[in-house]
């Protein structure tokens, strides 16, 4: 049974507790009442606050400076959170700060992150806003919500450049391409044995001019010859002739060297004339057949056929 003493002394020790108790939160809660902070109001606009608790930290530059008070949706617009926080008065705060919200290690809590000012910017009003920003995290899935967008679109757009009626159509043009190409080599094969007639013409031609040059050159000598020997049995006969007549004489030779020289000219040059013309227009036929179609390289073979047969007549 427990004695009066017990009892007694068991009192005092809760009546001395209780008043600790009340002594501690007095001075706890007083020391609140009593601290001088600052207040000022932040505003986020579309976007969300969610892991930001009422009490939650505010920091500088990592520094806590202060605590949040109350979190409310603006009345007049839905679309508004007003974030009421006070620092320790005195702390300066810029007018070209940004208020953002980071986390808080991987609890996913979110504390208020008062970032940014410089010493030029004037020093913000107590009870003033601060003006919202977005933290790094935010570019970043902003970013990526971006990217995800447009990649989202490119496969959309490969699956319908991929599509069943695409697929028939690249198929279809590559079957066409394909054809194309084997007839192309085909009449390329035959214009190339085109071309090897019309150089076997030529190399006819040019041999033929040859000759031809090689009987006039031999016909000139045989007839400078002759002239020669002629003139030489004119002066033995005519040695008792006067000056005037043999210098006449000498004239008319000269005259007749000077034509057939001049027509050998001719002919040599208006022979190197059509073989420049008929290399020029073969080299012309060759250079254009790559970059034509079947019609035109049909067209193009007539044309060198009728060539090489105007060549050879």
Do not use: C
Request: hydrophobic content about 40%; aromatic content about 4%; charged content about 20%.
């Amino acid at each position: 049974m427990v004695s009066k003493v017990t009892k007694i002394r068991l009192g005092v020790f809760i009546a001395l507790g209780s008043i600790l108790i009340f002594v501690f939160a007095a001075v706890v809660a007083g020391s609140r009442l009593v601290e001088k902070r600052d207040t000022y109001y932040i505003v986020f606009e579309n976007y969300s606050v969610s892991g930001l608790q009422v009490g939650g930290p505010v920091n500088y530059q990592g520094i806590k400076i202060g605590r949040v008070e109350t979190i409310k949706i603006d009345p007049k617009n839905v679309a508004k959170i007003i974030l009421t926080i006070s620092v320790e008065a005195g702390t300066p705060i810029k007018a070209d700060t940004e208020a953002v919200l980071a986390l808080m290690g991987i609890t996913g809590l979110k504390a208020v992150e008062i970032r940014g000012g410089t010493n030029a910017a004037a020093l913000l009003k107590p009870k003033s806003y601060i003006k919202a920003g977005v933290s790094m995290f935010d570019d970043i899935s902003e970013r990526a919500v971006s990217i995800a967008d447009k990649l989202e679109e490119i496969a959309a757009n490969i699956s319908e450049m991929t599509s069943e009626e695409n697929r028939k159509n690249i198929a279809a043009i590559l079957s066409q391409t394909s054809l194309i190409l084997a007839d192309t080599h085909d009449n390329l094969a035959t214009t190339m044995v085109s071309i090897s007639r019309i150089a076997e013409n030529t190399a006819d031609l040019t041999e033929g001019l040859n000759r031809n040059m090689n009987n006039i050159s031999n016909n000139l000598t045989k007839n400078m010859d002759l002239l020669t020997q002629s003139t030489t049995n004119n002066i033995d006969n005519l040695s008792n002739t006067s000056q005037a007549s043999l210098e006449a004489l000498v004239k008319s030779v000269n005259t007749e060297l000077t034509t057939v020289t001049s027509n050998l000219n001719n002919t040599i040059t208006q022979l190197s004339k059509e073989s420049t013309a008929l290399l020029k227009e073969t080299t012309l036929q060759v250079n254009t057949i790559g970059g034509h179609t079947d019609g035109m390289i049909l067209e193009t073979t007539k044309q060198i056929v009728t060539t090489s047969a105007n060549v050879n007549r």
